[in-house]
């Protein structure tokens, strides 16, 4: 359920109040009791931050080929530092028998 902000034109009382999207507006001041509570036009209390959001995705106007491109990027990142790479042999592994000494 969403948050709206009210406040009364008569008195300046604010108040947010929690209601359902079918709710009607309230229209009464809880404090003064004048008709004169108006519903507030408030910003998002919160902002999403970091890779693979809105804001960073499609800046550039370059559509879903924008999008695409910052995902392929993000996901050709280098081994952290410190990880041990593993590199191929130089020379084939030995193909002899290994010797069973009996002695």
Do not use: N
């Not at 009364?8 to 947010?16: I, L, M, N, P, T």
């Not at 929690?18 to 910003?43: E, H, I």
């Not at 559509?63 to 392929?72: C, H, I, L, R, V």
Request: some cysteine.
């Amino acid at each position: 359920m969403p948050i709206y902000a009210y406040r009364c034109e008569a008195c300046g009382f604010e108040k947010d109040v929690l209601q359902k999207l079918s709710d009607a507006p309230l229209t009464q001041c809880p404090s003064c009791g004048q008709a004169s509570f108006a519903k507030l036009v408030t910003a998002a209390g919160f902002q999403l931050k970091g890779s693979g959001w809105y804001v960073t995705d499609f800046r550039g106007g370059g559509g879903a080929s924008s999008a695409a491109g910052s995902t392929a990027s993000s996901t050709s990142e280098k081994p952290a530092a410190g990880a041990a790479t593993v590199a191929p042999s130089a020379s084939p592994p030995s193909t002899t028998a290994p010797s069973t000494d009996a002695s």
